[in-house]
């Protein structure tokens, strides 16, 4: 499982599953998610070509299922927060690093940093140069944005 602790391994694997989906099913913002059959065949199909172990799935799961169950208002919150960027022009890997840290800032216990850090980590290891820089500043503003607000809210 690589140098990636068990928490940090739940959140690559939700993002490589969340691009999985965003890419192969067209899932841009406006447009609905792929049902959850095909997200879960998807999931699964991920899981197995990186070889998670079962704890690192749990986890993920319920990321990929936040996500999937509150895009519309995650990307909303994001396109906020994403001062002259429309959240469909992002790059792929930012928008779902976006998403993905969007949603655990609001409907988990995880601290703001702790999000914002392993992002920017996720943003680094699978963007491009200027990723890390971009998520950092998007996300300090959902974080800002959110006090007190849960995801939809």
Do not use: K
Not at 4 to 23: G, M
Not at 66 to 94: F, H, K, Q, S
Not at 122 to 138: Q, T
């Amino acid at each position: 499982m690589s140098r990636w602790a068990p928490r940090s391994a739940s959140r690559q694997l939700a993002l490589q599953v969340l691009y999985a989906v965003d890419l192969a099913r067209g899932a841009r913002p406006g447009s609905s998610m792929p049902p959850v059959p095909v997200a879960d065949e998807v999931f699964e199909e991920v899981a197995r070509h990186f070889d998670r172990p079962e704890g690192a799935r749990v986890f993920a799961r319920e990321l990929v299922a936040g996500v999937m169950a509150d895009r519309n208002a995650l990307d909303e919150r994001i396109g906020r927060c994403a001062r002259n960027w429309r959240v469909e022009r992002m790059a792929a890997v930012d928008r779902n690093v976006l998403r993905l840290a969007a949603y655990e800032l609001s409907a988990t216990d995880t601290p703001a940093s702790v999000v914002i850090d392993q992002a920017i980590e996720l943003a680094r290891r699978f963007g491009d140069d200027p990723s890390p820089a971009f998520v950092n500043g998007v996300l300090d503003a959902v974080a800002r944005d959110g006090i007190g607000e849960g995801v939809g809210t």
